[in-house]
């Protein structure tokens, strides 16, 4: 199976901070068809997760342009350019290109 | 209004059995593939099981395969985790999620095994 390693798995910031989660994969994301099946998700306490950024860099409808996916292969980030308070939670990645899919161990973000 | 309500979760002993549902709505469900994700209590997303959207392919962690058996019925729109043989181990809160692109998730079902 693909292993997902996210780093960090703490991550504590100011409100108005910029900050950056690392996802690795253990094989490259690269599908034969052409896409990247790595997605990025916010799970926020108490909710379910939520889909932020799916195919490494496409904001999902809704979601505020603060954040942004980049990334190919096997080495992907997510940046929050300016957190604010709902920006709190975990953070996981998932991929979708090899079966079964798989999920990092996600990055709970605080307040510092 | 894309919605997925499961549904089925509780209290059970250790090797009974459970079933979930997972009823779909806003959507043409016979067109996705869906994923089966649990979260144990305090933990991270572990994936369960998968099913294409014509039933044709299905895959499951290795942690439920031969215990675990994911089915839909198109026509009731109704995703299905049938459980047998439960573990402590398989506790958890258990999602639905729509694919390609996790992009709708339910609100969960719990489910604790003990005795």
């Known amino acids: 199976d693909v292993v997902l390693t996210q780093t960090p798995p703490t991550l504590s910031a100011t409100i108005g901070q910029s900050v950056s989660i690392s996802c690795r994969s253990s094989?490259?994301?690269?599908?034969?068809?052409?896409?990247?099946?790595l997605h990025w998700l916010l799970q926020r306490p108490g909710q379910s997760p939520q889909l932020l950024i799916y195919?490494?860099?496409r904001l999902e409808s809704g979601v505020p342009n603060r954040f942004s996916g980049s990334g190919s292969g096997t080495d992907f980030t997510l940046k929050i350019s300016g957190v604010e308070a709902e920006d709190l939670g975990v953070y996981y990645c998932?991929?979708?290109?090899?079966?079964?899919?798989?999920f990092g161990a996600g990055t709970k973000l605080e307040l510092k | 209004e894309v919605q997925l309500v499961e549904s089925g979760g509780g209290l059970v002993q250790p090797g009974r059995s459970l079933k979930l549902s997972c009823v779909a709505s806003?959507?043409?469900?016979?067109?996705?593939?869906m994923n089966w994700i649990r979260q144990a209590p305090g933990k991270g997303l572990e994936w369960v099981a998968y099913?294409?959207?014509?039933?044709?392919?299905?895959y499951y962690a290795e942690t439920v395969k031969g215990r675990f058996t994911i089915s839909r019925d198109n026509a009731k729109n109704t995703l299905y985790l049938q459980m047998t043989s439960l573990r402590s181990e398989d506790t958890a809160l258990y999602y639905c999620?729509?694919?390609?692109?996790?992009?709708?998730w339910g609100p969960g079902t719990m489910v604790t095994v003990s005795s």
């Open positions: 195919l490494v860099s």
């Open positions: 998932v991929q979708g290109t090899h079966a079964p899919n798989t």
């Open positions: 999620a729509r694919l390609p692109g996790f992009d709708f």
């Open positions: 094989q490259s994301l690269l599908h034969s068809n052409g896409n990247t099946y």
């Open positions: 806003g959507f043409t469900f016979s067109n996705y593939g």
């Open positions: 099913i294409s959207s014509g039933s044709s392919y299905i």
